[in-house]
T-cell receptor, first 114, second 115 residues
Framework: GNSVTQMEGPVTLSEEAFLTINCTYT??????LFWYVQYPGEGLQLLLK?????DKGSNKGFEATYRKETTSFHLEKGSVQVSDSAVYFC?????????????FGQGTTLQVKP | GAGVSQSPSNKVTEKGKDVELRCDPI?????LYWYRQSLGQGLEFLIY????????KSGLPSDRFSAERTGGSVSTLTIQRTQQEDSAVYLC?????????????FGSGTQLSVL
């Protein structure tokens, strides 16, 4: 079945460091790919998405490129801030059916220290 | 309302009791989803409603779990004869049309603790 695997956390970085959170997926067809973020005390919210191969999603300085050849959607940011501390979830929506149902990874906690 | 609303925010119950969790989606959203977030785990899909179509119940972990959506709006997730392994945060989300590229809007969740 479809699945999403993320690198385990927590990831601890100093402010202004480069961030990569790895995400790989297994899916039939052509899924859409998403990153959701959960800030402390808040609900999950969409960070960025990509709907086809080689698309790049970007928002708030974060980027992720849909790589079909490596079945990956790694999240990157060039210079993290303390306010980026949160839990990040990679997710896919199945390409075989036109629904918004998402399959999520287990989440990666990011801690940014001043 | 402005966002997805869930109630209660916290629920403590005894093993074997039934619980009901409520979700008010964003007005006008036709799709509604329930997920479960256990400590240290990702989000586990439970059930999905889209308009008047039959719900996708493929994620419900056992027949103790059920959900309904009345009038295409409010949804209730019911867990019968709760077990300690049911302890988790139950999240509800809605989206405008249920299309696969759409953004999901999540509520803040119900923290369920089964003693």
């Amino acid at each position: 079945g479809n699945s999403v695997t993320q690198m385990e956390g927590p990831v601890t970085l100093s402010e202004e460091a480069f961030l990569t959170i790895n995400c790989t997926y297994t899916a039939t067809g052509y899924p859409s790919l998403f990153w959701y973020v959960q800030y402390p005390g808040e609900g999950l919210q969409l960070l960025l998405k990509a709907t086809k191969a080689d698309d790049k999603g970007s928002n708030k300085g974060f980027e992720a490129t849909y790589r079909k050849e490596t079945t990956s959607f790694h999240l990157e940011k060039g210079s993290v801030q303390v306010s980026d501390s949160a839990v990040y979830f990679c997710a896919l929506s199945e390409g075989s059916s036109n629904t918004g149902k998402l399959i999520f990874g287990q989440g990666t906690t990011l801690q940014v220290k001043p | 309302g402005a966002g997805v609303s869930q109630s209660p925010s916290n629920k403590v119950t005894e093993k074997g009791k039934d619980v009901e969790l409520r979700c008010d989606p964003i007005s006008g959203h036709t799709a509604l989803y329930w997920y479960r977030q256990s400590l240290g785990q990702g989000l586990e899909f439970l059930i999905y409603f889209q308009g008047n179509s039959a719900p996708d119940k493929s994620g419900l972990p056992s027949d103790r779990f059920s959900a309904e959506r009345t009038g295409g709006s409010v949804s209730t997730l019911t867990i019968q004869r709760t077990q300690q392994e049911d302890s988790a945060v139950y999240l509800c989300a809605s989206s405008l049309g249920g299309q696969r590229v759409e953004k999901l809007f999540f509520g803040s969740g119900t923290q369920l603790s089964v003693l």
